[in-house]
């Protein structure tokens, strides 16, 4: 079975005016989707890496061979990480969060407003194309951190640089943005607090898959 783009869960207009709907569509679409069909390039002929469930498979890049090891940590980690990314965003959503995630957010960072400010940093401060990371890690505190490429806490701290189970992630990455942000990816941190859907941000939290 080879891995599928999945589908948005919501029309690629749906989080206008914050995300546009020229950048959805390629992003799912184009960005996406190559990372999808990319990864599965790689694992032709390999059926039991392919036969992994993704988050297995890029949790344990030492089992890929050395000659497609960059192709299923960019591509695998490009697919899990959007897949994620897509869910963590809805039409009508955004503001504070509330429950069991609100008051770890409080007990972590102080306040929500200096969780926005945290995490708004590392994005800004990631240096070419990345993801801003919210975490649980094994200690069951919420971390930020952030990683280069399509790189992810899944990888562990010896590849990701991080670990943890994200419970939020962002793409930084200029694909994300640049048709309406351009250059002004502070701009687009801000306009994502409008759009997080942190239902979801709860449901993993709580242990959901
Ligand atoms: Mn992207």
């Known amino acids: 079975m080879a891995f599928e783009l999945p589908a948005l869960p919501y029309d690629h207009a749906a ?5 546009d709907k ?3 569509e390629i992003h799912h679409g184009k960005h996406h989707k190559a990372y999808v069909d990319n990864l599965n390039k790689a694992l032709d002929g390999q059926a039991a890496l392919a036969a992994k469930p993704l988050d297995a498979l890029i949790a344990d890049l030492g089992a ?3 000659a497609i090891r ?3 940590r960019n591509n695998g980690g490009g697919h899990w990480n959007h897949s994620l ?3 963590l965003m809805a039409p009508k959503a955004g503001g504070e969060p509330k429950g069991a995630v609100a008051d770890a957010i409080q007990r972590d960072f102080g306040s929500f407003a200096v969780f ?3 995490f708004g940093e590392a994005a800004t401060k990631r240096f070419g194309s990345g993801w801003v990371w919210l975490c649980l890690s094994a200690e069951k505190k919420l971390v930020i951190s952030s990683t280069a490429n399509q790189d992810n806490p899944l990888m562990g701290q010896a590849v990701a640089g991080c670990a943890g189970k994200p419970v939020l992630a962002l793409d930084v990455w200029e694909h994300a943005y640049y048709l309406k942000y351009q250059n002004r990816r502070a701009d687009y941190v ?3 607090w409008n759009v997080v859907n942190w239902a979801e ?9």
């Open 22 to 24: 020229q950048t959805m």
């Open 201 to 209: 941000v709860e449901r993993l939290f709580k242990g959901g898959k």
């Open 85 to 87: 990314f897509w869910k």
């Open 15 to 19: 989080l206008e005016p914050h995300i």
């Open 64 to 66: 890929v061979p050395d």
């Open 190 to 192: 801000k306009a994502f």
């Open 70 to 72: 960059a192709a299923v």
């Open 116 to 118: 926005q400010e945290k």
